[in-house]
């Protein structure tokens, strides 16, 4: 059974920064590209960062470049979020997401407030 379960959400203010990570289990991990999604109550869940299975390739939202970093630790079996430079808009439910061919499974999110 694949599960995947977010860390590392919480309250921070504008300005700083937060780490969000993603633990799986059950899939060949290292098969598997991964992706961090947020939503916001109300709106469609938007694709933060993605990264290719071999976490040579990676791409991002055009409102997160140059603050946000995706990585990966293939050997165990996680995905990270470093988010710097965090401001209101980034206040979000955020979710990780495995996806191989037509096989994807969601996390249960993890939730980033950036207020002061």
């Known amino acids: 059974q694949v599960q995947l379960v977010e860390s590392g959400g919480g309250w921070v203010q504008p300005g700083g920064s937060l780490r969000l990570s993603c633990a799986a289990s059950?899939?060949?991990?290292?098969?598997?590209?991964m992706s961090w999604y947020r939503q916001v109550p109300g709106k469609e869940r938007e694709l933060v960062a993605s990264?290719?299975?071999?976490?040579?390739?990676?791409n991002y939202v055009e409102s997160v470049k140059g603050r946000f970093t995706i990585s990966r630790d293939n050997v165990k079996k996680m995905v990270y979020l470093q988010m710097n430079s965090l401001n209101a808009d980034d206040t979000a439910m955020y979710y990780c997401?495995?996806?191989?061919?037509?096989?994807?499974?969601w996390g249960q999110g993890t939730q980033v407030t950036v207020s002061s």
């Open positions: 990264i290719t299975s071999a976490g040579v390739y990676s």
């Open positions: 059950g899939l060949s991990f290292s098969t598997y590209a």
């Open positions: 997401y495995a996806a191989r061919g037509s096989v994807s499974a």
